[in-house]
């Protein structure tokens, strides 16, 4: 059996699918894998490196694999040169893919989503949107840090006190309470808030406050757009405004993949914060929490700096690439039996995370999502 | 008495003499301070901020001024300006500003040096080079995580585990310590090294590992630069080599004012580098510790990111105003007495900071600079 890694072709795209570190493991069990030449530049891993662990690398690696693993979904060329019953590994957001999905089925390859992994105790090891989220947190916190003007930490000196900056982090998700986590080791106070009142104690284990604000707890269980009534979430901005407004850096995280992010925070609420603040906006590449973000772009608000983030893991290319390689190896290995491929659809991963096989599209959510389910 | 605060001049000087929040302390001692019109704009302190603790804001601050404060040094325009007999306290590094000195002697201007206070517990509140160390070392680090593309803390995830970064700090001064301080905070494996062996336990309080080098110990207790001869600077580099080598990270600080900076590192070792490393040379203003930095730019050799301070504390215009305002306003005290200028030369501060005084250059180097002292 033979794995293939592609090289990226989207622009911006820096990671790599699988790092050479991450073969020995793959090939302890009995297959091959081809890489793309290249593949590893910019994560920092070259051709030499992938061939020093027992890697063939060549322009084609299409020809005779098995399995074609990548971070970004694959495009639809590329979907024209993969043979009936190969499997594709990577990213795959349907809502975002439809055309390729169309393609895959059509093509007759059996893909998996990246993004399907079900977030199980089981499965956490193959979770890649928690461990890509856990780079964009981080991320956030040291560009804000960057572009503040001020200390995070407490400066006591000889000639007096300077005071730590005050950091507000809104969704404490694994990428707010990443971001919580740095700012705090950092040395800066932190306050964070987040819909879902059960991550309080989440926040707080990190270092964090939980902002606790003055609504009734959103009904039923489920996610948060789907929840959030436009007079509730009104009512949320004004209250989360004294605390935009008192914060040197403002870093929201609230995205739900495959769905538009929530306006948290209004131009105003920005306006509102002192000259020299920091927003970072790590959902802009959703349509942004905060109204104004430019996905890759700082955009200046009223004296305050607005940084948009775009495709944010991408930014730290080695270690996001170092985590996404061992959750997609995880994944792979799932699909082993004595070195050969073995799909076993009983296999509640798997199963979760396929999304086309055998000419079908078999994830039920994206069949609605085409139209085809009554 | 009236104090003048000067709107800085220097192209990219952004920190200003005093800020609003430390004028009670002198105009409890019942002084006036006349602020210029805009001083405060870079480091975030309107004219307005000022005027509502009390202070006057013009467009001419020097006329009946008894004391003229700023950062930077008065250029020489502003020191026809002044009267004789009044007094400024700024940075004054008397060897690169011969003609400034020259002309504040011919104006009968009394002149203080922020660079002469001396390192004695008693000017520790004065101490502005120190405390401006301290945000260029808080800068360095934060500048070195922002642009390192991998984490500076370990990351143990379900999927597996990524190494922190190595940082290998060079100069174990105010600066050198606060960058090892900051990169620790982060979780990064800190290495420093100084050729004072007696900073070994300074870098150690502060978390980090002293490296021993294999060389004699230096003769003598005095500065760097005149003791180290051009064989040991050349053994030492090669020593250094290999720590610099394995670093992701290396930061530099070996800087005394006045003075041009060792080489510590050639481009050879900047190219024995891994390729994304991040090599931050504080020194730069100084002429640089590592060949081939520029000031105010970002260079890369072989794939290592080489980026040079400018005026580094001048990045964080509020705190660093806000800690060389306090050494200001502690160097003003000691002038005062019942509100008036009094200045009493037997204190040993003002007697060592300064540089002019009624037509005479009293600071013994600066005259020997001037070639008139035999």
Chains 1, 2 share one sequence.
């Not at 074609?68 to 893919?97: K, Y």
């Amino acid at each position: 059996m033979r794995i293939a890694v592609l090289r990226e072709r989207r622009t911006g795209e820096r990671r790599v699918a699988l790092l050479p570190e991450q073969l020995p493991r793959l090939l302890a069990a009995g297959v091959e894998v081809s890489v793309e030449s290249g593949a590893g530049n910019e994560a920092g891993a070259t051709d030499d490196d992938y061939r020093a662990v027992g890697a063939q690398v060549s322009e084609d690696v299409l020809t005779g694999a098995d399995v074609v693993v990548s971070v970004q979904p694959i495009n639809l060329s590329t979907a024209r040169q993969i043979g009936e019953g190969v499997v594709t590994v990577s990213f795959l957001p349907t809502a975002e893919e439809v055309p390729l999905v169309r393609r895959l089925r059509e093509r007759r390859i059996t893909s998996f989503s990246m993004d399907l992994v079900p977030r199980t105790a089981r499965a956490q090891p193959m979770d890649a949107l928690s461990s890509q989220s856990m780079v964009a947190g981080y991320r956030g916190a040291i560009v804000a840090a960057e572009r503040l003007q001020r200390f995070f930490p407490l400066f006591m000196t000889a000639a007096g006190t300077v005071r730590p900056a005050t950091v507000l982090v809104l969704g404490a998700g694994v990428a707010g309470l990443q971001a919580i986590a740095t700012a705090r080791r950092l040395g800066a106070v932190v306050e964070a808030y987040d819909v879902r009142e059960s991550s309080a104690e989440e926040v707080a284990s990190v270092g964090g406050k939980f902002v606790q604000l003055d609504l009734p707890p959103l009904a039923g269980a489920g996610g948060y757009a789907r929840e959030m009534t436009e007079e509730r979430a009104t009512r949320q901005r004004e209250l989360l405004a004294p605390h935009v407004a008192a914060a040197d850096v403002l870093i929201t995280t609230a995205a739900v993949p495959g769905r538009t992010a929530p306006v948290l925070v209004t131009t105003d609420m920005v306006a509102g914060m002192r000259a020299g603040s920091v927003v970072v906006d790590l959902a802009a590449d959703q349509g942004g929490n905060v109204e104004g973000s430019i996905p890759g772009h700082e955009v200046m608000v009223e004296g305050v700096l607005v940084w948009g983030g775009s495709n944010v893991p991408s930014q730290l290319p080695r270690p996001a690439s170092e985590l996404y390689g061992h959750n997609v190896v995880n994944v792979l290995l799932l699909m082993l039996r004595v070195g050969a491929l073995h799909l076993d659809f009983g296999d509640d991963i798997l199963s979760a995370t396929c999304v086309t096989h055998a000419g079908e599209v078999v994830h039920r959510p994206t069949l609605e999502l085409l139209g085809e389910v009554g």
